[in-house]
């Protein structure tokens, strides 16, 4: 993997990362079944990714402006206590995560879509990420864009970043 003396300079002091879903660790896609369930389909990688960067004291968090069941229970299968669901204000719920325990400084954030952009302005974000297919203005705003696409294990990219900027990359 490529570095990048900016990304790895803001990477360094990262104690916290708030993920988007939809884009970002799913395809994006919104599946619904015949009886009118939505399907999401979430990559191996990024849990285990999910997960080392918590063993490694990464707080980990997720604000999305959808409502779907399989988040939550994906988010109980990584262990992520900070979760945010149908959401229209991401910054206003990282306030609530930095009142709840969250880090307040030093956070990064994984968004691809327009509504992520206000979370990449709050003022506790200092390492703005995006995927590959992210929104053109959001690949403009972001310091690190992913060379995976959203859905294709983003959150095991970002954490070899994270963590070999950190000197905490154990592989």
Do not use: C
Not at 33 to 40: P, R, Y
Not at 149 to 154: C, E, H
């Amino acid at each position: 993997m490529p570095s990048n003396n900016r990304v790895d300079t803001l990477a360094k002091d990262i104690q916290g990362i708030i993920f988007d879903v939809d884009g970002v660790l799913t395809d994006g896609r919104i599946i619904y079944s015949d009886d009118g369930h939505e399907l999401k389909a979430f990559h191996v990688q990024d849990g285990s990714s999910i997960k080392l960067l918590a063993e490694h004291g990464v707080t980990i968090g997720i604000i999305t402006g959808r409502r779907s069941p399989m988040v939550a229970k994906r988010a109980r299968e990584l262990g992520i206590q900070f979760i945010a669901q149908g959401v229209s204000s991401k910054s206003e719920a990282l306030d609530r995560f930095i009142v709840e325990g969250f880090p307040e400084a030093h956070i990064a954030v994984v968004g691809d879509d327009l509504q992520d952009i206000e979370l990449f302005q709050h003022p506790s974000v200092a390492l703005i990420i995006t995927v590959a297919n992210g929104h053109p203005a959001v690949l403009q705003r972001a310091h690190l864009v992913t060379q995976r696409k959203g859905g294709d294990g983003v959150a095991a990219e970002i954490a070899q970043t994270i963590l070999t900027a950190q000197r905490r990359w154990p592989f």
